[in-house]
């Protein structure tokens, strides 16, 4: 296919580079652009004028604006998994092959037959959410619902993972400057040649804003080649950082910024180890907003027809890009500015058949423009309505006389004034004040820090915003410590910007669009009014009005102007609505970042991981853990074959279990035993040198927050443990109690878990096994090791050990540690001279089976909503001291004998399956909520006994032993009859442990 | 949001963790309204607009608890100590009263 010529691109205009052409496609037909393109000037200069159809009535759209207000050229850009919907054309960077495709319309964007939506208007008007619901349900489903679906939309996402990589990053700065027009180019200028340290960023990607724009002059030079020598000046600062294709979308506290940087989005895939995307959180300590104005349209008859456009964006066009965005243009206006506009249409030998102006008054200079260039003047008049289907072949024009006639053209530049862009000023809870003179919102209260400068503030003149700029800058460097150096002001004039306020044309007979991206129209307004939605927050979620991907930038204001006229109000009165954060759409990959599948958390690995890996080990994740949940051998199919080999083993002979995960915190100093009497419920002053206890500590609402040991290793020298889930937790805790509850003891906490590789080393010949690796004189024996010892020892020929005599299996068992950088050699020296002895590791799951073999509680019972008591262990209280929680665990709720108290249970019958969760029901009670009677907490197959058994809250427990109950799982169809038993299967009197 | 850790300087409020009003004190647990007394202290807070006292936990740094005076309605940070050094000023202003 022959590529098509750039009919409409401009001679020797615009800051375009005509010496690299680049390629590009849209809806597959070819075309070609230069680099310095958007993607919306290159549309233009190749003639393309229709870009898309709408949300809701899928009218033809074309490119309204020149920036990241536009409502209506939004495309698909790339293909594939790189496809990304709802791309504004008007900020897209043209690039070698770039690829996009127009939305929302079936079949063609030319024949759309979903036009038809357009004669369904009275069903999709103000409200429509609300009210199509109420009709009968068969309809809505039948027909509207489907039928909406499918017509309303706008692109389509990926479906695809998204293959780039995003970043994340922060920066610091004394002076952060949003925008790059002359407030901004001098703000930064004149605070960099202070020393500060500056960053500049601007959403484009060329900085300048409106001097690239507009035919200006600075300091006796083009706007264009001043904004060149002062980035030049600019970049030779060390401590200035520019940032262009960068979004200032947020405010937040403390002077921090929400910003996205578009690495990669101006090529066509992003080259080797460069993101698309940057997410910058800014830290500044002043900033200066300087975001300059957006124009805003007049609401007129089919004013969203391709060809019209705004009038400052048909000057970008034609002065930045060097397109002819039409051949015959009107100018409509209320507003010097927009009026000035046939002097660049002019210019660029644009025909101009009319200027049509809101006001009487125009400006003597324009109006002899127009004379001497034979432009017809229409003052005090209107366009009422654009005339054509796809795209604008006549305005019709309304006198001030009230005669009506139409003027032939293909372009209507519109401008209805400007809209500083406060945005960002009011995203911390400023609002914006209405200020009649301007006919504008400027900023409100501002946030520490914080400084607004040229059109931003509403202050419309290239001289001062150039001036303001330079105060601002100044400002803010002297702020942040700086000395004010001289920095002359350039000369530039300032532009005349008489405006009348005017919003919306009454005489209009064709839709009159308020919000062009979501098909909102002023009848829609005016329709909720006399509904009643007349605060401009009902107005808003009524209309959908503001509420798509551009947030009402083109609309808001006018919508609000219009809701007040209606109403009788004034605008100050009538308010307005505020902005959050984003400023323009983020994207989720740039919010997410590198926190994507596996890296999204952090995956901690136990020292001795490749050692149970090789083995072949399961593995499941506990927190950030990952942990050996069982070791198959080879023949064993099934998890329950290896978990019940692995308990037999540890029964028998000898098992090894890594419970390296396990908190551990280090406790120091002359009244560290004080200090445990007060965080634990059980008396640790007491405990002897070289001997370990278990404990338990309280919340201070009187539940149980996390059990543990704690080992004492010198008077002032303790060690804790707590749960691996708790670790973080409890540490805090504890830094708590220890700095603001008792800050006057002696001691010092250090967290320790990483610190230690540490094995669970249990079975009736764990210390046959031990015994081969401890270094002498160490007697390991149970006459000077008994159950409960602790030690400090050398393992494995030197090797600095700690050796406690701990079971949570129930079984003689140690739990023995080395420094974490000796697991691996530890597991792998255990696991050899343990073969004679029939050693094998076990993991998670066995270790929770013998738990519940031995009723002891974990995770599942301390849920957070029991007591000491009820997990059996009230007795543990001491009552001789004060300790966290004692005061409100006394409160008679959680004192109360009939709480749910942990219990045994069993099958009645043996074969029977029990599952964790089911409730407890009276043997002959129907299964109603009324009836529940508590819940089993866990439950595991013993292969001890041969059955299932299993723990579980129940109201009175004690006095219910050899009761038969239903325990009901509905969800997974469980109702069988347990029997009530004490909580303990296994050696019932502890013999096991002490031998 | 920014917290000026006497520790460790200016650092990102995500490295801290939150836990409530610090202006109230742990009540003492031998005095005969204690029931009432530590009730009070974990149930009923003060839902404070306006400046007000924090405890903060430097959670991913210094491990140290904070007193950080902030103001509830727009996040300004007016003053940030070492909880540990107020708890001992308090507990010394105590000792003088009795
Ligand atoms: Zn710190």
Not at chain 1, 161 to 174: I, M, N, T
Not at chain 1, 595 to 612: I, M
Not at chain 1, 688 to 702: Q, S
Not at chain 1, 926 to 954: C, E, K
């Amino acid at each position: 296919m022959t590529q098509s010529a750039q009919t409409a691109r401009l001679k020797d205009r615009g800051l375009i580079d005509r010496s690299q052409s680049l390629t590009f496609t849209f809806d597959g037909v070819p075309y070609n652009g230069y680099a310095g393109d958007t993607l919306a000037s290159a549309l233009l200069a190749n003639g393309v004028r229709l870009v898309g159809r709408s949300f809701k009535y899928h009218r033809p759209r074309g490119i309204l604006t020149s920036g990241s207000e536009e409502p209506n050229a939004l495309v698909e850009l790339r293909s594939g998994a790189r496809r990304e919907p709802n791309t504004k054309a008007t900020i897209t960077e043209l690039y070698d092959g770039l690829e996009a495709k127009s939305q929302n319309r079936f079949p063609s964007l030319s024949l759309d037959l979903l036009a038809v939506n357009g004669l369904l208007s009275p069903f999709l008007s103000a409200g429509f959410y609300y009210k199509t619901f109420m009709w009968p349900a068969s309809f809505w489903e039948k027909f509207y619902e489907p039928m909406i679906r499918r017509a309303a939309g706008l692109g389509r996402a990926a479906q695809e993972h998204d293959p780039d990589s995003y970043d994340k990053a922060f920066a610091f700065c004394d002076i952060l400057v949003v925008g790059s027009g002359p407030a901004g180019l001098m703000a930064a200028l004149t605070a960099a040649r202070t020393g500060a340290r500056v960053i500049l960023v601007d959403e484009n990607f060329a900085f300048g804003g409106r001097l690239l724009s507009d035919v200006r002059t600075v300091g006796g030079v083009k706007g264009a080649d001043w904004v060149n020598s002062v980035v030049a000046e600019l970049r030779s600062f060390p401590g200035v950082r520019l940032m262009p294709r960068t979004t200032v979308f947020g405010a937040y506290d403390t002077g921090t910024f929400g910003a996205v940087e578009r690495v990669a989005d101006h090529v066509p895939v992003p080259a080797a180890g460069v993101p698309r995307q940057r997410l910058w959180r800014i830290v500044a300590k002043h900033t200066i907003i300087a975001q300059g104005a957006m124009e805003r349209p007049i609401v007129f008859g089919n004013n969203d027809r391709p060809g019209v456009m705004l009038a400052s964006a048909v000057r970008t066009y034609i002065n930045r890009f060097g397109v002819k965005p039409g051949e015959t243009a009107v100018v409509f206006s209320n507003n010097d500015d927009g009026a000035s506009t046939i002097e660049d249409l002019v210019g660029a030998g644009i025909r101009v058949a009319a200027l049509v102006d809101t006001r009487t008054m125009l400006q003597p200079a324009t109006k002899s423009f127009a004379r001497k260039h034979g432009i017809r003047i229409f003052e005090g008049a209107v366009v009422a309505d654009a005339i054509g289907s796809s795209r604008v072949t006549s305005a019709r024009i309304v006198g001030a006389d009230g005669t009506s006639q139409n003027i032939a053209c293909d372009l209507i530049a519109v401008s209805g004034g400007f809209n500083p862009s406060v945005q960002v000023t009011t995203h911390l809870g400023g609002r914006a004040q209405w200020q009649q003179e301007l006919a504008a919102f400027v900023p409100g209260a501002l946030p520490k820090g914080m400084a607004v400068s040229g059109s931003a503030k509403g202050t419309f003149g290239l001289a001062s915003c150039l001036k303001e700029g330079a105060q601002a800058g100044e400002a803010a460097a002297v702020a942040s410590g700086f000395q004010a150096a001289a920095s002359a002001v350039p000369a530039a004039d300032d532009e005349p910007s008489d405006i009348s306020a005017f919003w919306h044309v009454k005489t209009a007979k064709h839709k009159a669009f308020v919000d062009q991206q979501n098909d909102v129209t002023a009848a829609d307004v005016a329709l909720a009014e006399r509904e009643g939605y007349r605060s401009v927050e009902h107005l808003k979620r009524y209309t959908t009005l503001g509420m798509a991907t551009d947030q009402g930038k083109t609309s808001n204001v006018n919508g609000l102007a219009i809701l007040a006229q209606l109403t009788g109000k004034t605008i100050a009165a009538t308010g307005a609505t505020s902005a959050r954060p984003p400023y323009t759409p983020v994207s989720l990959g740039a919010l997410a970042g590198e926190h994507r599948g596996k890296h999204f958390k952090a995956t901690r690995l136990t020292p001795s991981h490749d050692w149970a890996k090789e083995r072949g080990a399961a593995f499941i994740e506990t927190g950030m853990w990952l942990r050996a949940q069982y070791y198959p051998k080879p023949g064993e199919n099934d998890w329950l074959t290896t978990v019940c080999r692995e308990v037999n083993t540890v029964r028998n002979a000898v098992g090894v279990c890594d419970v390296s995960t396990l908190g551990k915190i280090e406790i120091h100093g002359t009244d560290a035993g004080k200090f445990l009497d007060r965080v634990y419920i059980n008396m640790m002053s007491t405990l002897g040198v070289g001997k370990a206890r278990y404990g338990m500590m309280l919340r201070e609402d009187g539940i149980a927050m996390d059990d543990g040991t704690a080992a004492r290793f010198a008077d002032d020298r303790y060690f804790i443990t707590t749960t691996t889930a708790n670790a973080i937790k409890v540490l805090q805790h504890l830094e708590l109690c220890r700095q603001w509850y008792w800050p006057d003891l002696d001691v010092q906490l250090f967290p320790v878990s990483d610190q230690w590789a540490q094995y669970s080393v249990a079975g009736p010949r764990a210390r046959d096994l031990l015994a081969k690796i401890v270094d002498a004189p160490f007697d390991i024996s149970n006459a000077a090791f008994p159950y409960m010892a602790v030690a400090e020892l050398t393992v494995m020929g030197g090797i600095k050990a700690r050796l406690y005599r701990l079971s949570f299996s129930g079984e003689m068992a140690y739990e023995i540690a080395v420094p974490a950088r000796q697991g691996d050699r530890l597991m792998r020296t255990l696991m050899a001279k343990g073969e004679e002895f029939g050693v094998a590791p076990y993991g998670t799951e066995a270790l929770g089976v013998m738990r519940i073999e031995k009723g002891h509680v974990a995770g599942p019972e301390l849920n957070g909503m029991t007591t000491a008591g009820d997990l059996g262990l009230g007795k543990m209280a001491s009552t001789k001291k004060d300790f966290v929680g004692r005061v409100l665990s006394q409160r008679p709720g959680l004192a109360d004998p009939t709480r749910p108290r942990v219990v045994g249970f069993r099958p009645v019958d043996r074969s029977a399956r029990l599952r964790g969760g089911a409730h407890f029901i009276g043997k002959d009670d129907a299964a109603v909520a009324q009836n529940d009677q508590g819940y089993m907490t866990s439950v595991a197959y013993s292969p001890s006994l041969g059955h299932w058994i299993g723990l579980g809250l129940l109201s009175g427990a004690e006095s219910r032993m050899g009761e038969i109950l239903r325990a009901f799982d509905p969800v997974r169809n469980g109702d069988v009859l347990v029997e009530v038993v004490p909580a303990t299967f296994v050696d019932v009197e502890g013999a096991r442990l002490r031998v | 949001m920014r917290i000026n850790c006497p520790h460790c300087g200016q650092r990102s409020n995500d490295e801290f963790s939150y836990l409530g009003d610090a202006s109230i004190v742990r009540p003492d647990p031998a005095a005969p309204n204690a029931n009432e007394a530590f009730y009070a202290f974990g149930y009923e807070r003060a839902n404070i607009a306006g400046p007000m006292q924090e405890l903060w936990y430097h959670a991913a740094g210094c491990h140290a608890w904070l007193v950080v005076t902030r103001d509830t309605r727009n996040h300004e940070i007016l003053d940030v100590k070492s909880a540990q050094e107020v708890a001992l000023e308090r507990q010394k202003a105590a000792g003088t009263a009795q």
